[in-house]
Protein backbone atom coordinates (compact mmCIF):
# COMPACT_ATOMS: atom_id res chain seq x y z
CA UNK A 1 0.00 0.00 0.00
CA UNK A 2 1.20 3.71 -0.68
CA UNK A 3 2.62 5.71 1.74
CA UNK A 4 0.24 8.61 2.71
CA UNK A 5 3.10 10.77 3.25
CA UNK A 6 4.84 10.20 -0.14
CA UNK A 7 4.90 11.75 -3.02
CA UNK A 8 2.47 11.16 -6.53
CA UNK A 9 4.06 9.30 -8.60
CA UNK A 10 4.68 10.07 -12.70
CA UNK A 11 5.88 8.35 -15.06
CA UNK A 12 7.10 9.24 -18.82
CA UNK A 13 7.41 6.69 -21.35
CA UNK A 14 9.59 7.76 -24.30
CA UNK A 15 11.49 10.64 -22.25
CA UNK A 16 13.51 12.93 -23.80
CA UNK A 17 15.10 16.30 -24.58
CA UNK A 18 11.90 18.80 -25.59
CA UNK A 19 8.32 17.94 -24.64
CA UNK A 20 9.47 15.71 -22.10
CA UNK A 21 11.95 17.63 -20.75
CA UNK A 22 9.55 20.83 -20.41
CA UNK A 23 6.53 18.11 -18.64
CA UNK A 24 9.30 16.65 -16.63
CA UNK A 25 10.37 19.80 -14.73
CA UNK A 26 6.57 21.36 -14.81
CA UNK A 27 5.54 18.13 -12.64
CA UNK A 28 8.46 17.97 -10.85
CA UNK A 29 7.75 21.90 -10.08
CA UNK A 30 4.06 20.79 -8.80
CA UNK A 31 5.32 17.62 -6.62
CA UNK A 32 5.31 15.03 -8.40
CA UNK A 33 7.94 12.10 -7.50
CA UNK A 34 9.14 11.41 -11.68
CA UNK A 35 10.04 8.43 -13.26
CA UNK A 36 11.56 8.81 -16.68
CA UNK A 37 11.62 5.78 -18.77
CA UNK A 38 14.00 5.75 -22.24
CA UNK A 39 15.86 3.48 -24.20
CA UNK A 40 18.88 5.71 -23.67
CA UNK A 41 18.80 7.21 -20.38
CA UNK A 42 22.40 8.52 -20.73
CA UNK A 43 20.96 11.34 -22.56
CA UNK A 44 18.62 12.08 -19.23
CA UNK A 45 20.91 12.42 -16.61
CA UNK A 46 21.20 16.15 -16.49
CA UNK A 47 17.35 16.25 -16.30
CA UNK A 48 17.32 13.82 -13.34
CA UNK A 49 19.86 15.46 -11.50
CA UNK A 50 17.73 18.79 -11.88
CA UNK A 51 14.59 17.63 -10.96
CA UNK A 52 15.25 14.55 -9.11
CA UNK A 53 13.79 11.78 -11.13
CA UNK A 54 13.98 8.48 -11.70
CA UNK A 55 15.58 7.09 -14.96
CA UNK A 56 14.75 3.45 -15.91
CA UNK A 57 15.83 1.80 -18.99
CA UNK A 58 13.09 0.31 -20.64
CA UNK A 59 11.83 -0.54 -24.61
CA UNK A 60 8.25 1.01 -24.57
CA UNK A 61 7.04 -2.56 -26.60
CA UNK A 62 8.45 -4.95 -23.42
CA UNK A 63 4.94 -6.41 -22.62
CA UNK A 64 6.95 -7.42 -19.15
CA UNK A 65 9.26 -4.79 -18.99
CA UNK A 66 6.49 -1.91 -18.93
CA UNK A 67 4.09 -4.19 -16.39
CA UNK A 68 7.00 -4.67 -14.27
CA UNK A 69 7.96 -1.29 -14.26
CA UNK A 70 4.35 0.54 -13.46
CA UNK A 71 3.71 -2.32 -11.21
CA UNK A 72 7.12 -1.45 -8.68
CA UNK A 73 6.68 2.50 -8.57
CA UNK A 74 6.18 3.35 -5.23
CA UNK A 75 3.11 5.52 -3.92
CA UNK A 76 0.23 5.88 -6.04
CA UNK A 77 0.82 6.65 -9.58
CA UNK A 78 -1.34 9.97 -10.63
CA UNK A 79 -0.09 10.35 -13.85
CA UNK A 80 1.00 8.11 -17.03
CA UNK A 81 2.41 9.44 -20.40
CA UNK A 82 3.31 7.86 -23.52
CA UNK A 83 5.66 9.69 -25.58
CA UNK A 84 7.10 7.04 -28.28
CA UNK A 85 6.34 7.16 -32.31
CA UNK A 86 8.11 5.71 -34.87
CA UNK A 87 7.70 8.00 -37.95
CA UNK A 88 8.57 5.90 -40.57
CA UNK A 89 7.85 7.91 -44.78
CA UNK A 90 8.16 5.83 -48.15
CA UNK A 91 5.76 4.89 -50.82
CA UNK A 92 3.29 2.20 -50.37
CA UNK A 93 4.84 0.18 -52.79
CA UNK A 94 8.55 0.76 -50.97
CA UNK A 95 7.70 0.21 -47.38
CA UNK A 96 9.43 -3.04 -46.00
CA UNK A 97 6.97 -4.74 -44.08
CA UNK A 98 8.97 -5.32 -40.82
CA UNK A 99 10.03 -1.69 -40.75
CA UNK A 100 5.92 -1.36 -40.94
CA UNK A 101 5.48 -3.82 -37.96
CA UNK A 102 7.68 -2.17 -35.66
CA UNK A 103 6.46 1.23 -36.14
CA UNK A 104 3.13 -0.09 -35.49
CA UNK A 105 4.73 -1.71 -32.43
CA UNK A 106 6.11 1.80 -31.27
CA UNK A 107 3.38 3.96 -31.75
CA UNK A 108 0.24 2.17 -30.99
CA UNK A 109 1.23 -1.38 -29.42
CA UNK A 110 3.22 0.52 -26.82
CA UNK A 111 0.88 2.80 -26.06
CA UNK A 112 -1.93 -0.17 -24.94
CA UNK A 113 0.79 -1.67 -22.69
CA UNK A 114 1.35 1.13 -20.43
CA UNK A 115 -2.41 2.33 -20.81
CA UNK A 116 -3.07 -0.93 -19.15
CA UNK A 117 -0.53 -1.08 -16.79
CA UNK A 118 -1.42 2.28 -16.00
CA UNK A 119 -5.28 1.49 -15.88
CA UNK A 120 -4.84 -1.54 -13.71
CA UNK A 121 -2.43 -0.10 -11.11
CA UNK A 122 -5.09 3.80 -10.87
CA UNK A 123 -8.06 1.36 -10.47
CA UNK A 124 -6.46 -0.13 -7.27
CA UNK A 125 -6.20 3.08 -5.90
CA UNK A 126 -8.06 6.06 -3.99
CA UNK A 127 -9.65 9.16 -5.50
CA UNK A 128 -7.78 12.35 -4.97
CA UNK A 129 -9.32 15.22 -5.45
CA UNK A 130 -11.87 13.22 -7.56
CA UNK A 131 -9.31 11.36 -9.82
CA UNK A 132 -7.39 7.77 -9.20
CA UNK A 133 -4.92 9.09 -11.81
CA UNK A 134 -4.35 10.86 -15.60
CA UNK A 135 -3.28 9.20 -18.81
CA UNK A 136 -2.18 10.66 -21.42
CA UNK A 137 -0.82 10.07 -24.75
CA UNK A 138 0.89 11.99 -27.32
CA UNK A 139 -0.51 12.12 -30.69
CA UNK A 140 -0.04 13.80 -33.97
CA UNK A 141 -2.44 14.91 -37.02
CA UNK A 142 -1.30 11.57 -38.89
CA UNK A 143 -3.55 9.76 -36.16
CA UNK A 144 -7.08 12.21 -37.61
CA UNK A 145 -6.00 12.58 -41.22
CA UNK A 146 -3.41 10.11 -43.48
CA UNK A 147 -0.84 11.95 -45.46
CA UNK A 148 1.00 10.71 -48.63
CA UNK A 149 4.08 8.32 -48.11
CA UNK A 150 3.17 8.18 -44.28
CA UNK A 151 0.98 4.93 -44.13
CA UNK A 152 2.90 3.49 -41.53
CA UNK A 153 2.51 6.54 -39.06
CA UNK A 154 -0.68 6.99 -40.15
CA UNK A 155 -1.75 3.58 -38.94
CA UNK A 156 0.49 3.67 -35.49
CA UNK A 157 -1.24 7.23 -34.81
CA UNK A 158 -4.69 6.21 -35.98
CA UNK A 159 -4.74 3.23 -33.33
CA UNK A 160 -3.40 4.95 -30.87
CA UNK A 161 -6.11 7.34 -30.60
CA UNK A 162 -8.77 4.81 -30.93
CA UNK A 163 -7.42 3.07 -28.02
CA UNK A 164 -7.46 6.79 -26.23
CA UNK A 165 -11.22 7.00 -27.01
CA UNK A 166 -12.10 3.29 -25.93
CA UNK A 167 -10.30 3.94 -22.87
CA UNK A 168 -11.52 7.31 -22.32
CA UNK A 169 -15.11 6.33 -22.62
CA UNK A 170 -14.41 2.64 -20.32
CA UNK A 171 -12.16 4.46 -17.43
CA UNK A 172 -13.84 7.84 -17.16
CA UNK A 173 -16.67 6.87 -15.27
CA UNK A 174 -14.27 4.78 -12.70
CA UNK A 175 -12.47 8.06 -11.99
CA UNK A 176 -9.49 7.70 -14.49
CA UNK A 177 -8.59 10.39 -16.70
CA UNK A 178 -7.09 9.47 -20.42
CA UNK A 179 -6.62 12.13 -23.04
CA UNK A 180 -4.75 12.02 -26.32
CA UNK A 181 -2.96 15.30 -27.35
CA UNK A 182 -3.02 16.07 -31.07
CA UNK A 183 0.41 18.06 -31.52
CA UNK A 184 -0.16 19.68 -34.89
CA UNK A 185 3.49 20.82 -35.94
CA UNK A 186 6.84 21.01 -35.80
CA UNK A 187 8.32 21.01 -31.53
CA UNK A 188 10.56 23.86 -31.26
CA UNK A 189 13.97 22.58 -30.24
CA UNK A 190 17.58 25.41 -30.57
CA UNK A 191 18.47 23.00 -34.07
CA UNK A 192 15.16 23.84 -35.62
CA UNK A 193 15.14 27.45 -34.43
CA UNK A 194 18.24 28.11 -35.45
CA UNK A 195 16.97 26.80 -39.11
CA UNK A 196 13.63 28.88 -39.04
CA UNK A 197 15.21 31.78 -38.06
CA UNK A 198 18.06 31.67 -40.99
CA UNK A 199 14.66 31.28 -42.81
CA UNK A 200 12.56 34.06 -41.81
CA UNK A 201 9.99 31.48 -39.60
CA UNK A 202 10.72 32.21 -35.80
CA UNK A 203 7.73 31.55 -34.06
CA UNK A 204 6.53 28.95 -36.65
CA UNK A 205 6.45 25.84 -34.17
CA UNK A 206 5.39 24.76 -31.25
CA UNK A 207 6.74 25.66 -27.74
CA UNK A 208 7.86 22.78 -25.81
CA UNK A 209 6.50 25.10 -22.33
CA UNK A 210 3.46 25.96 -23.54
CA UNK A 211 2.72 22.02 -24.69
CA UNK A 212 3.87 20.90 -20.92
CA UNK A 213 1.51 23.68 -19.29
CA UNK A 214 -1.50 22.73 -20.82
CA UNK A 215 -0.49 19.10 -20.11
CA UNK A 216 -0.46 20.61 -16.70
CA UNK A 217 -3.88 21.47 -17.22
CA UNK A 218 -5.20 18.38 -18.26
CA UNK A 219 -3.76 16.47 -15.22
CA UNK A 220 -5.55 19.67 -13.06
CA UNK A 221 -8.62 19.22 -15.11
CA UNK A 222 -12.07 19.12 -12.48
CA UNK A 223 -13.58 15.97 -13.72
CA UNK A 224 -17.15 17.59 -14.50
CA UNK A 225 -15.50 18.85 -17.52
CA UNK A 226 -12.50 16.41 -18.77
CA UNK A 227 -11.25 16.56 -22.10
CA UNK A 228 -10.37 13.31 -23.98
CA UNK A 229 -8.56 15.35 -27.05
CA UNK A 230 -6.83 18.21 -27.48
CA UNK A 231 -5.26 19.72 -30.67
CA UNK A 232 -1.89 22.05 -29.98
CA UNK A 233 -1.30 23.30 -33.19
CA UNK A 234 1.16 27.58 -33.60
CA UNK A 235 -1.17 30.13 -35.10
CA UNK A 236 0.91 29.59 -38.54
CA UNK A 237 -0.08 25.86 -38.72
CA UNK A 238 -2.45 24.86 -42.01
CA UNK A 239 -5.17 22.39 -41.17
Known amino acids: MANKLSKPAALIIGAGTGLSESFARAM ?74 KSVEITAFGSFLLGQAAARRMLAQQMSKGCRGTILFTGASAGVKGFANSAAFAMGKFAQRGLAQSMARELHPKGIHVAWINVDGAIRTAEREEKAAAEGKTGSMLDPDAIAREYMHLINQDRTAWSDELVLRPWVETF
Request: proline share 3%; net charge negative; aromatic share 2%.
Open 28 to 101: SRDGYELHLAARNIAKLEALASETGAKLHQLDGTDALGVAALVDGLQGDLRVACYNPSALQRGGIADLDPETVR
